[in-house]
């Protein structure tokens, strides 16, 4: 279905109870709903925003568009938690209201300050010549859950030198000063990142663009955070245009990472490594992190892409957000793994330990639709070694290790519906080690794969019929030791 400008642009006033409960009823009836991931209620989610804690309970925010599976009028919707695995839904945190977010309440950040949490964000404009002019604008929150927008942009406009491109703020506190950075677009066609500063969250000073060994790294970067994590600083961010190289950048668009020194504030200058891709699936960008009061770096990702059509579509919804990741560095490398109040979720484990020879096993009681599952692989001389989950006729989700390529494989081949085919339907990374382990989180209709705890992360959306609900194990030109945990994962939302 092809939607028109007014359709996408349409004010969420101007539809009728009827239309919306004919919606959710269209959404509810899908047979791809998740149990535990975040996801709307109707319509599309995409990027994570405000992600914080105030009040005595994380926040997520992220952007949504009621009416349908497309990318229209952007609202910012809220969902909080106490524990960062059971949400609630709060509602509509952000409308698009006034001349400064009238075609969209786009992406930003948050940060508390004097007893609030002010939601700092990009507001998305078009003239009569549907030309973009953003601005940088803030809201405030308060401890009753009331959020009130201020009247005017605290950035109007765009430095020179860059184009309409600019947007995505991401906040945060050093010394006496606060921070943003911006997502941006030189002229000259190229992704960057820019860098203002401000004493009171109202008044801001463009500081300059931050320098970094990305000379020509794509034509934007989107959703860029900085953040500082055992002495190195660390830009994450999404870059558009970047060419697949090998078994890298395989995704119509990335996230990853750059880390190295602090960032010099005065000389706008970030010296680091290389890029890192930090997630090495199919279904994973906008990445926002933020620090919790237990001092733990946490990361949530959408789990989905712009510009690809998914098998919800047809049900009037779209996407969902990764577990929440608590990142950490090893061997200068950022690991991430499920944050560990995710254990509470886990019903009554099972457990098998076995030797794998040539053969394909399923094991009694292993089997389902929404889990974790714990597999350590050691002891191997075998060729490939491997599970599949979602097994049904002539369906299957393989995640394998190539012990001669020394290859990690993500193959969604014969997932089930197909979702972003001209991308390819594998995904795959270099891994070194003698035992390899797997921990899944399987939902209804995504897979989350965290390898050796945490070293690379695959995530990638599924779309398998209900009856595909088997899990198999399997080692191919020789033999392996296995052993397995798998607990059922319960239901966590209050209100879907």
Known sequence: MEWTKEERYRALEDVTVEELTALEKIVNECPWRQSYHIQPVTGLLNDPNGFSYYNGEYHLFYQWFPLGPVHGLKHWFHTKSKDLVHWENVGIAIKPTNQFDSHGVYSGSAIEHEGNLLLM??????????????????????????????????????PKGYT????????????????????????CGTGCVVLYQSSDMKEWSFQGEIETRLK???????CPDYFELDGKGILLFSPQGIAAEGDHFQNIYQ?????????????QQLTHGEFHELDRGFDFYAPQSMCDPKGRRIVVGWMGLPEIDYPTDKNGWAHCLTLPRELSIRGGKLYQQPVIELESLRGEMIEAEITLKNECISID??????????IEFSES????????????????????YDAAEKMVIFDRTHSGQPVGMEFGEIRKCHLDGDIVSFRLFVDVSSVEVFVNNGEEVFTGRIFPHQDSRGIHFFANGGHTKLRAMKWNMAKKFNDL
Not at 168 to 187: L, T
Not at 381 to 400: C, L, M
Request: hydrophobic share 30%; with cysteine; aromatic share 14%.
């Open 381 to 400: 001389n075998a060729q490939e070694f491997g599970i599949e989950v979602r097994v049904g006729h002539q369906e299957k989700t393989t995640i394998k």
């Open 121 to 158: 964000y990009t507001g998305n404009t078009r003239d009569d010549y549907w030309e973009r002019h953003p601005y940088q604008c803030l809201a405030v929150m308060d401890r009753t859950g009331t959020i009130t927008k201020l009247d005017k942009p605290i950035i109007d406009g765009v």
């Open 216 to 222: 020509d790294f794509g034509y934007m970067w989107e």
């Open 365 to 374: 009681g292993f089997t389902g639709d929404a889990y974790e599952l714990l």
């Open 255 to 267: 996230s990853g990472y750059v880390m190295g020194s602090p960032l010099d504030i005065d000389k």
């Open 164 to 187: 309409d491109h600019f947007r995505d703020p991401k906040v945060w506190k050093q010394d006496d000063h606060f921070y943003a950075i911006i997502g941006a677009q030189k002229e």
